[in-house]
């Protein structure tokens, strides 16, 4: 009996010292866990106070399997300055909690209000984000997923911005007086459709900038060749009011630069021709993803505003190197981060120019040389002023 009770006692004792050591490690998670937490609330709500910097975090942790799917849309909508300050908070404390990362822009109705909104998300957390868009009373929101699901999100880290406006014009454009001309929309079947039929005779206007156009484009398509939105507002306008008659079809990356350009121009009391592709390139490519027996209109890559620089839509490579000439559509920086120039590289002239876009920048890079240029934007986008200096 002796030897019962001690053996009882023993096994008492190591399952009683297993549950003590059971208890102290999970308090330690629960300190670690919550001094996480806690130590997130307080640099968050440093963003939150100081309202002349975006809301933005790191990438959260994710389990290992986790696979991302690019969402994209828009919605122009009046949104009042303490709403959008509102939303702001709202929508990052959210979108935080599910490991959503991206880039949202909101602004006020004072511009082109409303919000638009790129974003790569945990796929299994697709539903419960829609679900939370949709219960923010901003409308009927029609969201466009990218071609392909990532094993990394395509941002960085998710950053919530407030913007005067939602799209660049030159002239001011409250948001009620933004009328939607949802007659001029066309959704990627009908558009499709109406080019197909037209071919060559059909006045195609690309509404994005120059290196976006270069890797991928539909057929036909006019290049503006501008650096700015404004600039290509410019050169339709005198398209449209050189051939008054005609319809004419314009695209862009989502949907939204064609949106407000249609609303631009129906304030103005001309466009009443004017045809936009609803969704964007982003929509036309999901639709032919769903509809394999059709020939795609559109060839090479959609320019995106992630580290993606592009997805690609076709197999076409329609640009080139700009340092080799050799068939290529990838985008980078130039390497010169006082340079920075978005330009197309080949992986033998990334390696043999140091990720550099020039002698000029590979020699600053390697210390040979100083950087003495000011900031000029167009020389960050336009590969040949940088190289005829």
Not at 105 to 118: T, V
Not at 261 to 271: L, P
Request: positive net charge; proline residues 4%.
């Amino acid at each position: 009996m002796h030897c019962q009770l001690a053996s009882r006692i023993l096994v008492q004792s190591s399952w009683q010292g297993a549950l003590r050591r059971s208890f102290a490690l999970s308090s330690s998670c629960r300190r670690f866990c919550n001094n996480v937490v806690n130590h997130q609330h307080q640099s968050n709500s440093h963003h939150r106070n100081n309202k002349s910097h975006p809301i933005s975090s790191s990438s959260p942790i994710t389990p290992v399997a986790t696979r991302y799917r690019p969402v994209s849309f828009y919605r122009l909508t009046p949104l009042s300055q303490e709403r959008v300050e509102q939303l702001r908070k709202q929508i990052f404390d959210q979108l935080t909690t599910w490991g959503v990362v991206g880039r949202i822009y909101l602004a006020p109705e004072q511009g082109i209000s409303g919000i638009n909104c790129q974003i790569a998300a945990p796929i299994h957390m697709l539903p419960m984000v829609r679900q939370f868009f949709d219960s923010l009373d901003m409308g009927q929101i029609e969201y466009t997923e990218g071609l392909e699901d990532l094993d990394t999100p395509c941002f960085r880290k998710l950053r919530v911005m407030i913007k005067k406006n939602l799209v660049a014009i030159k002239d001011v454009l409250p948001a009620n007086e933004i009328e939607i001309q949802k007659e001029q929309h066309l959704d990627p079947e009908e558009w499709h459709r109406q080019l197909s039929e037209k071919g060559s005779d059909a006045i195609l206007v690309d509404m994005r900038n120059h290196y976006e156009y270069d890797i991928g484009r539909f057929d036909h398509a006019i290049k503006l060749d501008v650096d700015t939105f404004r600039e290509g507002l410019d050169e339709l306008e005198r398209m449209m009011l050189a051939r008054p008659d005609k319809e004419v079809y314009m695209y862009c990356t989502g949907g939204i630069r064609c949106t407000a350009t249609s609303s631009y121009f129906a304030n103005k009391g001309i466009g009443k021709n004017l045809k936009m592709l609803k969704g964007g390139i982003t929509a036309y490519g999901q639709y032919i993803r769903q509809n394999p027996k059709e020939q795609s209109l559109f060839r090479g890559k959609n320019f995106t505003f992630d580290d993606r620089r592009g997805e690609r839509v076709t197999h076409d490579v329609l640009a080139r190197c700009f340092q080799c000439g050799a068939p290529c559509d990838v985008l980078h920086n130039c390497a010169n981060t006082r340079c920075h120039l978005l330009f197309v590289q080949c992986d033998e002239c990334r390696t043999r120019m140091n990720k550099a876009c020039s002698d000029l920048c590979r020699q600053v890079l390697e210390g040979k040389r100083t950087w003495n240029m000011e900031y000029d934007y167009h020389r960050q986008i336009r590969p040949s002023l940088l190289c005829n200096e």
